[in-house]
Structures are given as structure tokens and as C-alpha cells.
């Protein structure tokens, strides 16, 4: 099996406060290490990054948060898609390009786990790869305090929420596994 590795939206603008409080601060270091790995072995690596159409949004173009964060930035012939929706999959090449390489697997790391992450971990399953989420290589953001529709239900951390993502995906649409254990399938 050729396995590629997909890090999504590990950009700059993550940073912003706008986004709350977060949990995982080791997620880009961990990605970090996959990155590594994958390119110590000549294995196909992607990087996606989102180009948001909201102008209020940090990664909108004009709001200077759109470039990788040079902890995964990208090497001169490494495969990069911008992207405007959740999925990876969606108004890129990506799929195309994976099957093109050969590739039946993926290992997925990024931000943010409830949005991004997840919703191209469930395409990538749907569309057929073998998929694994590097669940230490992914964080959350806590909701917003003023999340009208929940009718005033308390605030949810950032950990709490993560884990209930990675914990529906597990399973049924990916293998979550931490970093080190994917690190360890891999060779």
C-alpha cells in the first residue's frame, strides 16, 4: 500500500485570538514529525492551506494569515492546494493527484479537528482511502460564547470537543492514533 501524508491549514492565522482558547499545543510539532518521516522515505506528502471568503476571517487573504506555518512549510516541488471549502477534496486536485501517485492510504494532520480536519478525514474515507488521523497532530477551538443556538448550554472546551470528534471518527471513518504510533506503523 502507498500511504500519502495530507496536513491541512496549519497556517499562520491559526494563531489568531479570534479563534478561542485551544488545546493541543504540541499539534504542530507532531505534524512536524510525520512531515519528517514522509519526506526521509520519499513518500507522497500534500499540503493544503484555506483561503477563506469571510473578510472577517484570519485566513482571508487580505488578513496576512494565509501562509504555512514554517514548522510544515512546504519544499520547493512539494504538492500545495489552497482551498475555500472544508474538504481538502473540494475545488482541488488532491484526489486526482493521490490516485495519480498510486495512493490507497492517507494519514491526516492539521487544524481544526471539528472542521477541516474532520470533514476531509470522512471525504478521504468516503472517496476510498485507507484513512488514519494523527489525532496529537490535529487541535480544536473551544466554542464561542455567544453560540446562539445552544440555547444556553455551557461553553465547551477545546479538549472536550477534540475528543469527541477524533472519537466519532475512530473507527468508522479513520484509525486515530497518536503521532508516535503512526511513526512506529510506518517503518
Given at each position: 500500500?502507498?500511504?500519502?501524508?495530507?496536513?491541512?491549514?496549519?497556517?499562520?492565522g491559526m494563531d489568531s485570538p479570534l479563534w478561542?482558547?485551544?488545546?493541543?499545543?504540541?499539534?504542530?510539532?507532531n505534524a512536524a514529525r510525520l512531515?519528517?518521516?514522509?519526506?526521509?522515505?520519499?513518500?507522497p506528502l500534500f499540503h493544503?492551506?484555506?483561503?477563506?471568503?469571510?473578510?472577517?476571517?484570519?485566513?482571508?487573504?487580505?488578513?496576512g494569515g494565509t501562509k504555512i506555518k514554517a514548522i510544515v512549510a512546504p519544499r520547493d516541488g512539494e504538492p500545495v492546494y489552497s482551498k475555500?471549502?472544508?474538504?481538502?477534496?473540494?475545488?482541488?486536485?488532491?484526489?486526482?493527484?493521490?490516485?495519480?501517485?498510486?495512493?490507497?492510504?492517507?494519514v491526516i494532520a492539521g487544524l481544526?479537528?471539528?472542521q477541516c480536519i474532520s470533514t476531509s478525514v470522512r471525504m478521504a474515507a468516503n472517496l476510498g482511502f485507507d484513512t488514519w488521523l494523527a489525532h496529537d497532530a490535529c487541535a480544536a477551538f473551544e466554542t464561542h460564547a455567544d453560540n446562539s443556538w445552544s440555547?444556553?448550554?455551557p461553553k465547551m472546551?477545546?479538549?472536550?470537543i477534540h475528543r469527541a470528534e477524533v472519537s466519532m471518527l475512530h473507527g468508522e471513518f479513520c484509525r486515530a492514533d497518536s503521532t508516535d504510533a503512526i511513526l512506529e506503523a510506518l517503518t
Open positions: 500500500m502507498s500511504r500519502a501524508l495530507i496536513l491541512i491549514d496549519i497556517q499562520e478561542g482558547a485551544r488545546n493541543n499545543p504540541d499539534a504542530e510539532h512531515l519528517s518521516q514522509f519526506r526521509d522515505a520519499g513518500a493544503v492551506y484555506h483561503l477563506s471568503t469571510r473578510a472577517t476571517s484570519p485566513l482571508h487573504p487580505d488578513n475555500q471549502t472544508n474538504s481538502a477534496f473540494i475545488g482541488t486536485a488532491l484526489e486526482s493527484d493521490l490516485r495519480n501517485a498510486g495512493v490507497t492510504g492517507v481544526s479537528t471539528p440555547d444556553g448550554a472546551t477545546a479538549d472536550d
